[in-house]
């Protein structure tokens, strides 16, 4: 059993019906290309998925796996896929500059001026509490990253 088997096996993916409640209820199939259920289904045929720029798609909200009248959890599936396409090389670009950005000011995303303008006249401080305005913790944070090599890894993977 190759190792996209094994990923799609160990979420259950097996039990699989086919019903579609996964990619009926999939809040990010509404805006891309990804079909949950066609996903995983190919990887659990053998078809190796790891260089699909679908993988990517899913937010990982659960939905999925919480309609599954037979308990699939197809969440865990893509995650375990992506972990595969990792290893392979195959990680897209525009997750990096998130990543490196976490790393760098503690936030993936930092927020627009707009944004912060907004949040001044509804009353909210500029900034929500997170790392990015908790220096110590963002020590943290940076030291996992480094202990686990998590940059590298994804450097060496962009596609």
Known sequence: ????????????????????????GCPSGRQSRLRTRTLVQMAYQGQDVTGLPELWDCTTCYNCAERC???????DAIILLRNLAVQKGNFPRIHLSAIENLYNTGNGFPLSPEVAQIRAIIGLKKEP?????APEELEKVKKILDITGFLELVRGGTT
Not at 1 to 24: I, L
Not at 69 to 75: D, E, H, Y
């Open 1 to 24: 059993m190759n190792p996209v088997e094994k990923a799609a096996r160990d979420s259950n993916v097996e039990k699989c019906v086919q019903c579609g409640k996964c990619t009926a």
């Open 129 to 133: 509490y997170d790392v990015s305005t």
């Open 69 to 75: 009248p037979k308990g699939v959890n197809t969440v």
